[in-house]
């Protein structure tokens, strides 16, 4: 009999969280494939570049629960 949905959440709950970060990874990949190098490759580059805005100053960043908030209310939650 398969493992239930309940029960692998349950599971999880015993897991350090880089495991569970893994596993989530795996189930994407094994759904719906590989991430495309072009894409990482340029998703690479623009964290950088991002990051090297906010060291030197060129730019403010916001503070997760203000971002999160902002989503929310995108989201209409």
């Known amino acids: 009999m398969p493992i239930s949905m309940d029960e692998i959440i349950e599971a999880t709950r015993e897991m350090p969280p880089e495991v569970v970060a ?8 094994a759904k719906y494939g590989g991430v495309d190098p072009a894409i990482a490759s340029a998703w690479g580059e623009e964290t ?18 203000e971002s999160l908030a902002r989503a929310r209310k995108l989201a209409g939650l």
């Open 48 to 65: 950088a570049r991002r990051l090297r805005e906010i060291e030197s100053s060129g730019v403010q960043g916001v503070p997760l629960e």
């Open 22 to 29: 893994e596993l989530v990874d795996r189930i994407m990949v």
